[in-house]
């Protein structure tokens, strides 16, 4: 009988056979191997399959699945984190990883250390190295709630200062993702699930660049519609994020109370209420914010999407 | 910032400040004891690579080198003066008017580096055995200092470092030492590891009689052709080991973790410089550090290299900040040059 590995990598593909051969390997070569590999290709194509089985012998514990319909990414996030509960209910650590980007091999070790340790924890992520088209480069960025026992602060600086395109690839607590919804039917998706993920614990950014991460394009939310909903994007999707993020807390933590045990209804509107308020201070001072960019005040630079 | 006084002349001395006479004395008759035995235990490798077809370049540098085979107690007293015929920077041009101008550059370079880099990794040219440089920013350093200082900083960037200070002990392979300026710095840093050199024996004599003189408690080995095993017993207690080009298909350092290359590489026939890598590799060694000799990027010299790299390690992208991404060489930098320049690689698990 084999045991359950303690963490589980969800990977959602999309077409990249010439970068998936360099990500497998980075990380079937970290230190802590610990892991399943559970791969939901939404566009799946004989390259990439062919790329999986090769790789199959030297990592058994590799899971890979074709989705017959193209689900789109939002969609696709949540079957792969589905999937991985589905094969291992027991692994307690679950993290996301592209099929493009690369990892230290320190990286598993030094986050699975961090959650270990630090019961308080519900995410670890670290220091990352962006890889842009033409040149590569440390953005140290720093955002961490580690020792904030308070929700509401938590939420707070949440909602002001995370950076969700550089957490959303962190290693999370399983149980405490699935609490939070993971990924839901709205435009920035990661930034909706870390606030609600941050209701729920703390997070703590390692400081090394143990994360190498492809950012071929600027934040476009027009593309962010069109790929998250293939089939067509609902109304409301339309408008300001941080309205979508609100609708959906308030719809989870304060109508249907899916913060219980935690914490209750009244406390979710007070935090959903948190969440809108120091939002709209973010979009107002934040330099590339909706409003400058409509305005032309601002042009377009290589943040990645999510940020 | 001002490099200079009023004068024109250098704000710092040519050389580094002096020791005193009673240290130089004593550290001028340690590295003399270091070197004669040293110099025995070293001659043996000449023959052992007497088959090693070695460059033009490469010979040259031998030959530069090889009156440190019959050298002087002076002469080893100031062996940092190998340094221009190893890496091209010279004492002389430390010392005169024109040294204004270079202190110029090296500053600004000295401040990016600093900027981007951690300071507690730089470690001041020694001011021993002939040790020279300008002092600015509260360091000593000449272009050689700097130089290393940023492979360290690159390193560390990519989180590097901290795994060479782990346990089990580490082993990192620098592939031809240099003057062991590079080694000097990396055990500096990181004085847990292993540090293995191979390369000519010249550069090995050199290498080890400055490394064991600045680090006198530091265990040296060297590779006897007769007892090849030896080498690797109680490997624990060595710091630092030198083993001839030719002992490279027998290397079975434990732990190896990071083999770099300062331009090495490049100097090598593309046989040559495959034998040292797919070496690497089989040693399961996680990482190849590479870059290109100062002057570099020539593409015609370096694409030798690049697919010797591709055929067992992954090229990895490496932290080039603008305006720094290019300046390891210190020489004229090139759009597009920066992977030529710098090459972290990571193992191909299926080569």
């Given at each position: 009988?084999?045991t359950s590995?303690?963490?589980?990598?969800?990977?959602?593909?999309?077409?990249?056979?010439?970068?998936?051969?360099?990500?497998?390997?980075?990380?079937?070569s970290q230190?802590?191997?610990d892991?399943?590999?559970?791969?939901?290709?939404?566009?799946?194509?004989?390259?990439?399959?062919a790329?999986v089985?090769?790789y199959?012998?030297i990592f058994?514990r590799?899971?890979?699945?074709?989705n017959?319909?193209?689900l789109?990414?939002?969609?696709?996030?949540?079957?792969v984190?589905?999937?991985?509960?589905?094969?291992?209910?027991?692994?307690?650590?679950?993290?996301?990883?592209?099929?493009?980007d690369?990892?230290?091999?320190?990286?598993?070790?030094?986050?699975?250390a961090?959650?270990?340790?630090?019961?308080?924890?519900?995410?670890a992520?670290?220091?990352?190295l962006?890889?842009?088209p033409?040149?590569?480069?440390?953005?140290?960025?720093e955002?961490?709630?580690?020792?904030?026992?308070?929700?509401?602060?938590?939420?707070?600086?949440?909602?002001?200062f995370?950076?969700?395109?550089?957490?959303?690839?962190?290693?999370?607590?399983a149980?405490?993702?699935?609490?939070?919804?993971?990924?839901?039917?709205?435009?920035?998706?990661?930034?909706?699930?870390?606030l609600?993920?941050?209701?729920?614990?703390?997070?703590?950014?390692?400081p090394?660049v143990?994360?190498?991460?492809e950012?071929?394009?600027?934040?476009?939310?027009?593309?962010?519609r069109?790929?998250f909903?293939?089939?067509?994007?609902?109304?409301?999707?339309?408008?300001?994020?941080?309205?979508?993020?609100?609708?959906?807390?308030?719809w989870?933590?304060?109508?249907?109370?899916?913060?219980?045990?935690?914490?209750?209804?009244?406390?979710?509107?007070?935090?959903?209420?948190?969440?809108l308020?120091n939002?709209?201070?973010?979009?107002?001072?934040?330099?590339?914010?909706g409003?400058?960019?409509?305005?032309?005040?601002?042009?377009?630079?290589?943040s990645?999407?999510?940020? | 910032?001002?490099?200079?006084d009023?004068t024109?002349?250098?704000?710092?001395?040519?050389a580094?400040?002096?020791v005193?006479?009673?240290?130089?004395a004593?550290?001028?008759?340690?590295?003399?004891?270091?070197?004669l035995?040293?110099?025995d235990?070293?001659?043996?490798?000449?023959?052992?690579?007497?088959?090693?077809?070695w460059?033009?370049r490469e010979?040259?540098?031998?030959d530069?080198?090889?009156?440190?085979w019959?050298?002087?107690?002076?002469s080893?007293a100031?062996?940092r003066?190998?340094?221009?015929v190893?890496?091209g920077v010279?004492?002389?041009?430390?010392k005169?008017?024109?040294?204004?101008?270079l202190q110029?550059q090296?500053?600004k370079?000295?401040?990016?580096?600093?900027?981007?880099?951690?300071?507690?990794?730089l470690?001041?040219?020694?001011?021993?055995?002939?040790?020279?440089?300008?002092?600015?920013?509260?360091?000593?350093?000449n272009?050689d200092?700097?130089?290393?200082?940023?492979?360290?900083?690159?390193?560390?960037d990519?989180?590097?470092?901290?795994?060479?200070r782990?346990q089990?002990?580490?082993?990192?392979?620098?592939?031809?030492?240099?003057?062991?300026g590079l080694?000097?710095?990396?055990?500096?840093?990181?004085?847990?590891?292993?540090?293995?050199m191979?390369?000519?024996?010249?550069?090995?004599?050199?290498?080890?009689?400055y490394l064991?003189?600045?680090?006198?408690?530091?265990?040296?080995r060297?590779?006897?052709?007769?007892?090849?095993?030896?080498?690797?017993?109680?490997?624990?207690?060595v710091d630092?080991?030198?083993?001839?080009?030719s002992?490279?298909?027998?290397?079975?350092?434990?732990?190896?973790?990071?083999?770099?290359?300062?331009?090495?590489l490049?100097?090598?026939?593309p046989?040559?410089a495959?034998?040292?890598?797919?070496?690497?590799?089989?040693?399961?060694?996680?990482?190849?550090?590479?870059?290109?000799?100062?002057?570099?990027p020539?593409?015609?010299?370096?694409?030798?290299?690049?697919?010797?790299?591709?055929?067992?390690?992954?090229?990895?992208?490496?932290?080039?900040?603008?305006?720094?991404?290019k300046?390891?060489?210190?020489?004229?930098?090139?759009r597009?040059?920066?992977?030529?320049?710098y090459?972290?690689s990571?193992?191909?698990?299926?080569?």
């Open positions: 009988m084999t590995p303690r963490v589980v990598l969800g990977m959602p593909a999309y077409n990249r056979p010439e970068t998936l051969p360099r990500t497998l390997e980075s990380l079937f230190t802590c191997l892991f399943a590999l559970v791969i939901v290709d939404d566009l799946p194509s004989p390259e990439v399959a790329v089985d090769r199959r012998s058994p590799l899971h890979y699945e074709a017959t319909t193209r789109g990414m939002v969609a696709n996030w949540r079957k984190f589905e999937r991985a509960r589905a094969l291992y209910p027991s692994a307690p650590y679950f993290a996301w990883v592209s099929d493009h690369l990892w230290h091999a320190r990286w598993l070790e030094e986050l699975v961090v959650l270990d340790a630090e019961p308080g924890v519900v995410l992520y670290p220091e990352n962006r890889m842009l033409h040149r590569s480069e440390i953005a140290r960025k955002f961490e709630t580690a020792g904030v026992t308070s929700r509401a602060e938590r939420m707070r600086r949440s909602s002001r995370m950076l969700a395109g550089n957490m959303i690839y962190g290693l999370v607590r149980e405490a993702l699935a609490a939070a919804g993971v990924f839901r039917a709205v435009v920035t998706p990661d930034r909706q699930v870390l609600a993920l941050s209701l729920f614990g703390q997070v703590r950014q390692v090394e143990l994360w190498y991460r950012i071929l394009r600027g934040f476009d939310i027009d593309r962010q069109s790929v909903f293939p089939q067509g994007a609902p109304f409301y999707v339309y408008l300001p994020s941080h309205l979508q993020h609100w609708g959906v807390l308030t989870d933590f304060a109508i249907r109370g899916r913060g219980r045990p935690a914490f209750g209804r009244l406390a979710g509107a007070w935090y959903a209420a948190i969440q308020a939002a709209v201070v973010r979009q107002l001072v934040l330099p590339k914010s409003w400058r960019r409509a305005l032309g005040l601002r042009a377009a630079d290589p990645p999407e999510g940020d | 910032m001002s490099h200079a009023p024109g002349i250098p704000r710092a001395a040519a580094a400040p002096a005193g006479k009673k240290d130089a004593r550290l001028a008759a340690t590295a003399w004891a270091r070197y035995d040293l110099r235990r070293l001659r043996p490798l000449r023959e052992a690579d007497r088959d090693v077809e460059s033009d010979q040259r540098l031998r530069g080198l090889a009156p440190y019959d050298a002087t107690p002076e080893i100031d062996l003066e190998c340094g221009k190893v890496s010279r004492r002389s041009q430390y005169g008017e024109r040294a204004a101008l110029a090296l500053d370079d000295l401040e990016r580096l600093l900027d981007k880099g951690d300071a507690s990794l470690q001041d040219e020694p001011p021993v055995l002939g040790g020279f440089g300008f002092a600015s920013l509260g360091k000593r350093y272009e200092t700097l130089r290393y200082f940023r492979v360290l900083s690159l390193l560390q990519a989180a590097l470092l901290e795994d060479c782990r089990p002990r580490r082993t990192i392979w620098e592939v031809a030492g240099n003057w062991g080694a000097f710095q990396f055990h500096s840093a990181c004085p847990q590891a292993a540090y293995l191979t390369g000519p024996a010249e550069l090995l004599l050199v290498s080890s009689v064991g003189t600045l680090f006198p408690d530091a265990r040296l060297v590779w006897e052709p007769a007892r090849p095993d030896a080498f690797w017993h109680a490997w624990d207690e630092f080991a030198f083993a001839p080009e002992a490279v298909p027998a290397l079975a350092p434990p732990g190896l973790l990071l083999t770099l290359d300062l331009g090495a490049d100097q090598m026939t046989a040559r495959d034998a040292h890598v797919r070496r690497a590799h089989e040693l399961e060694c996680r990482y190849v550090f590479s870059v290109c000799a100062p002057g570099q020539d593409p015609a010299q370096a694409t030798a290299v690049e697919p010797v790299l591709d055929r067992w390690y992954w090229r990895h992208p490496v932290s080039t900040a603008a305006g720094l991404a300046r390891l060489a210190l020489g004229p930098a090139r597009g040059a920066v992977d030529r320049t090459r972290l990571w193992r191909r698990l299926l080569a």
